[in-house]
């Protein structure tokens, strides 16, 4: 299925056949492609590059399909890394987290960081962090495949060890 080129979003480098390999999803998903693009949101003189998840009902193109700037797409990636760095070691906290100091990561960013932390104002977030490492570990080879095909790419743009 092709990606619409009527839409704001202007698609330059695509993959559409994204609903073949959408993780545990694979071919019962509604995300049919993603695409690098011109954003949505551009104004005159002034143009950024966004990442989008097509989505398709089966019968149109979703308004649920989703455009992130690049930055946040690396950003997600990032968090992701983070949580599963902590959830390797989580079994050493009762909860799987220390409930008095819920801060799990720090990553230093433009001058700043981005915080990491367990959300404790969950009023489930004991039960629900026991869910989420269950499911982390449950896709591991799935998400393990796609850092380690991260890992790679970025040996290849040459930010490997070292660098």
């Known amino acids: ?28 998903t509604d995300a049919m492609g993603l695409s690098l693009g011109l954003a949505q949101w551009n104004e005159r ?10 989505r398709h009902t089966g019968e149109k193109w979703s308004r649920q399909s989703e455009e992130l700037p ?13 949580a599963k760095k902590h959830m390797k070691e989580a079994y050493r906290f009762e909860k799987l987290y220390d ?24 009023e489930m977030i004991d039960e629900d ?8 570990n449950k896709e591991d080879e799935r998400i393990g495949e796609r850092l380690q095909r991260l890992a790679a790419a970025l040996k290849d743009l040459g930010y490997g060890a070292g660098n």
């Not at 990606?3 to 559409?16: F, G, M, R, S, T």
């Not at 001058?111 to 404790?120: D, F, K, L, R, Y």
Request: aromatic share 4%.
């Open 129 to 136: 962090v026991k869910l989420f490492r269950d499911c982390l």
């Open 70 to 82: 690049l930055h946040r797409v690396l950003d997600l990636a990032l968090l992701i890394c983070e």
């Open 45 to 54: 003189g002034k143009v950024d590059i966004s990442a989008k998840v097509w």
């Open 99 to 122: 409930p008095k100091a819920p801060q799990i990561g720090r990553i230093d960013l433009q001058g700043a960081a981005m915080s990491v932390s367990i959300n404790t104002n969950n």
């Open 1 to 28: 299925m092709d990606i619409p080129n009527h839409l704001k979003h202007k698609a330059v480098i695509v993959a559409e056949n994204y609903n073949q390999i959408d993780g545990q999803y694979a071919g019962d």
